[in-house]
């Protein structure tokens, strides 16, 4: 994603973002086990393997959060904030 720089100030996560990234990071994590054992329930003889359906899992995780992201900027949650470069000293 490309970020257009409104403010001053590097960026940091605001406490949405954090949320929000925790749960992308534990999604993948839980996929990394899931998908495998998903694709030999569901697909035991069509050669479903791991390194499959973990890829199907970490490009639907991708567009699940990229509509996740939409709907946060929507409602006008900030993921991203600028931090104040505060009074100069001097």
Same mark, same amino acid.
Do not use: C, E
């Given at each position: 994603?490309?970020?257009?720089?409104?403010?001053?100030?590097? *960026?940091?996560?605001?406490? &949405?973002?954090?949320?929000?990234?925790?749960?992308?990071?534990?999604? *993948?994590?839980?996929? @990394?086990?899931?998908?495998?054992?998903?694709?030999?329930?569901? @697909? &035991?003889?069509?050669?479903? $393997?791991? $390194?499959?359906?973990?890829?199907? @899992?970490? *490009?639907? $995780?991708?567009?699940?959060?990229?509509?996740?992201?939409?709907? *946060?900027?929507?409602?006008?949650?900030?993921?991203?904030?600028?931090?104040?470069?505060?009074?100069?000293?001097?």
């Amino acid at each position: 994603m490309q970020y257009i720089r409104r403010g001053a100030g590097p *960026l940091q996560l605001a406490p &949405p973002g954090r949320i929000y990234f925790g749960a992308v990071i534990a999604v *993948l994590v839980v996929g @990394w086990v899931a998908a495998p054992l998903i694709g030999q329930a569901f @697909w &035991p003889s069509t050669g479903a $393997t791991p $390194t499959l359906m973990r890829v199907v @899992w970490a *490009l639907a $995780t991708y567009y699940v959060f990229i509509v996740i992201h939409r709907v *946060l900027k929507s409602r006008g949650t900030a993921v991203f904030r600028h931090l104040d470069a505060g009074p100069a000293n001097g």
